[in-house]
């Protein structure tokens, strides 16, 4: 079944599961995930200044032929990069590295310290520009929204946090739900360490699915994008295979007591 997209509040339309490429470093292993995830069905690939392989995946996507317009890529301004003077000078790294003119989506990688203000206001003259056609956060919590929210002239259309059965941050999504900001989820497999939980392996059982697409439709089911990370051929084309089957009450009901507040990476709550 085909890939469902959302809405962001520009009209932009994302699809729904886009491919991590955090941690893969190599030139071959990104072209090789991104020539296999497009066959299976991908069509949105979430980058970073920070993860240094921006080149690759800009190569990955040109070799395929495929036309820009039919695939959503976001990439991250880095923490290093929040100066003022640098905000702008470093996406343009970016889209050079990425051979486009310009990206899907541009987010502020983390709420850093009062760098964050100005470095928005960047991110609005980027947008304004056309070579951002959304712009958005990551790792922000309501209260860092909310201060956003009251000094911005374009809204964030996204915010990318940590999300997954393990960390379901309810009040987040609300917040955000409110405020039409759609939410993606980051780390949604907690990096692959939970695939031998019991719940879950119950509930994929019962569904003649794995784990991990259990933990994704859960994520698909919450109205998030998902960004599972794999350059594994067989988990690439596994975890597409999400849209196709629906978790019901009961499953949500039990996954519900899976939410213990985990957070496996790092954790924004006390950022000023
Ligand atoms: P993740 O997607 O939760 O997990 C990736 C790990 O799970 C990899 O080790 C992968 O190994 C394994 N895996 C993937 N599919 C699997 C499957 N079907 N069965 C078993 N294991 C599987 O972790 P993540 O990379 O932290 O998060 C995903 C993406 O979110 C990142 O790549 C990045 O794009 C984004 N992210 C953003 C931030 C931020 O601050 N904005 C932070 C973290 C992540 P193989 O590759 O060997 O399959």
Redesign the pocket.
């Known amino acids: 079944m085909a890939v469902t997209n959302l809405k962001l509040n520009n009209g932009q339309q994302i699809p729904q599961i886009?491919?991590?490429?955090?941690?893969?470093k190599d030139e071959s292993e990104c072209k090789k995930?991104i020539k296999v995830a497009l066959e299976a069905g991908y069509r949105h690939f979430?980058?970073?200044q920070?993860?240094a392989n921006e080149q690759f995946v800009g190569v990955a996507i040109k070799e395929s032929n495929i036309k820009r317009q039919d695939i959503f890529i976001?990439t991250?301004i880095s923490i290093d990069n929040f100066l003022p003077s640098r905000v702008i000078p470093s996406f343009e790294k970016s889209l050079e590295k990425l051979q486009t003119d310009y990206v899907d989506l541009l987010?502020l990688?983390?709420p850093v310290t009062k760098l964050r203000h100005t470095a928005w206001k960047k991110l609005e003259e980027i947008h304004r520009s056309g070579r951002a056609k959304s712009i958005g956060v990551?790792?922000y919590t309501i209260r860092h929204l909310k201060k956003l929210l009251n000094e911005c002239e374009v809204k964030p259309a996204v915010n990318?946090?940590?999300i997954?059965v393990f960390l379901q941050q309810p009040k987040l999504l609300d917040y955000c739900k409110q405020n039409d900001i759609v939410v993606?989820?980051?780390?949604?497999?907690?990096?692959?360490?939970s695939?031998n939980n019991e719940t879950l392996m119950a509930i994929a059982k019962k569904h003649n699915k794995?784990?991990?697409?259990i933990?994704?439709r859960w994520c698909v089911e919450q109205d998030l994008v998902v960004?599972?990370?794999?350059?594994?051929p067989?988990?690439?084309k596994?975890?597409i295979q999400i849209f196709d089957f629906r978790l019901d009450d009961i499953d949500r009901t039990t996954l519900a007591q899976l939410d213990d507040n985990y957070h496996?990476?790092?954790d924004p709550t006390y950022v000023p």
């Open positions: 886009g491919l991590g490429t955090w941690l893969i995930a979430d980058t970073a920070y993860y976001t991250k987010l990688h983390f990551s790792n990318q946090v940590e997954h993606e989820a980051y780390s949604p497999l907690v990096h692959g360490r695939m794995s784990t991990a697409q933990m994704l960004l599972p990370k794999s350059s594994n067989g988990r690439i596994e975890n496996s990476s790092w």
